[in-house]
C-alpha cells in the first residue's frame, strides 16, 4: 500500500538555525498538509496546500514558516528561525483529489529538537 | 476552538473485552474521522463517518454519530494486545480538509 514518507526522522538544531522538513505524500495525492504534536499534547494543524498554494493556515503558522512543493513529489516545510517551543513532532499527510470526505494519510514524522 | 475531547483519557481492559471510546465537538463538521497512533508512530486512519451518517463499521470497528448531541463513540470489539494505541477522532468543519483532532484516549489491552 503506498505511504506518505518523512525525511529526517529525527532532525536536532541549534536555536536560531533554518530547518527543513521533507515528505514525499502518496503519487496520486493532490491535498496536503503539516501537523505538529509536542509532546504530550494534541495533534495541531498548520497548513494545507492545494494546486501550488496555501489553502488554509493556522495562527502557529507565522511568518517564520513556509511550505513548499519544489518538484513533483516532494513537500516541505521550512522554519527559518527555529525557537526552542517548535520542538515537537512534526507530521505530514496527504488526501486525494477529492479532498473534502476523505481520509488523510499521515507519516511516520520527523521529531523535531531545538537545543 | 473545534477540536474534540475523547474520554476516557486513559482505558485499560483484558483481552476480548469490548473497548469504547467517546468524543464531543463543538462546531458544524463536515465529517469524523478517528486515528491511531502507536507510540512514536504516524497516525493511522480507521475510519470516516460522514455528518448526514449515524453509523459505520470497519471490521472490529464500530462508530457512532450524534450530530445533535455533537458527539462520536468507537467501539472495538473483541479487543487483541495490538490494539493497545493511543486513539485519537478528529473534525473536518464544512467546507475545509484541515482535521482537529482530540485529546485521545490511550488504550491498554493486557494479553
Known amino acids: 500500500e503506498p505511504e506518505v514518507t518523512q525525511t529526517p526522522s529525527h532532525q536536532v538544531t541549534q536555536m536560531g538555525q533554518e530547518v527543513i522538513l521533507r515528505c514525499v505524500p502518496i503519487?496520486?495525492?493532490?491535498?496536503f498538509y503539516w501537523y505538529r504534536q509536542i509532546l504530550g499534547q494534541k495533534v495541531e494543524f498548520l497548513v494545507s496546500?492545494?494546486?501550488?498554494?496555501?489553502?488554509?493556515k493556522s495562527e502557529i503558522f507565522d511568518d517564520q514558516f513556509s511550505v513548499e512543493r519544489p518538484d513533483g513529489s516532494n513537500f516541505t516545510l521550512k522554519i527559518r528561525s527555529t525557537k526552542l517551543e517548535d520542538s515537537a513532532m512534526y507530521f505530514c499527510a496527504s488526501s486525494d483529489w477529492q479532498g473534502n470526505n476523505q481520509p488523510q494519510h499521515f507519516g511516520d514524522g520527523t521529531r523535531l529538537s531545538i537545543l | 476552538s473545534q477540536q474534540g475531547e475523547e474520554d476516557p483519557q486513559a482505558l485499560s481492559i483484558q483481552e476480548g473485552e469490548n473497548a469504547t471510546m467517546n468524543c464531543s465537538y463543538k462546531t458544524s463538521i463536515n465529517n469524523l474521522q478517528w486515528y491511531r497512533q502507536n507510540s512514536g508512530r504516524g497516525l493511522v486512519h480507521l475510519i470516516l463517518i460522514r455528518s448526514n451518517e449515524r453509523e459505520k463499521h470497519s471490521g472490529r470497528l464500530r462508530v457512532t454519530l450524534d450530530t445533535s448531541k455533537k458527539s462520536s463513540s468507537l467501539l472495538i470489539t473483541a479487543s487483541r494486545a495490538a490494539d493497545t494505541a493511543s486513539y485519537f477522532c478528529a473534525t473536518a468543519r464544512t467546507g475545509a480538509n484541515n482535521l482537529f483532532f482530540g485529546t485521545g484516549t490511550r488504550l491498554t489491552v493486557i494479553p
Open positions: 503519487s496520486n495525492h493532490l491535498y
Open positions: 496546500f492545494y494546486n501550488n498554494e496555501i489553502s488554509e
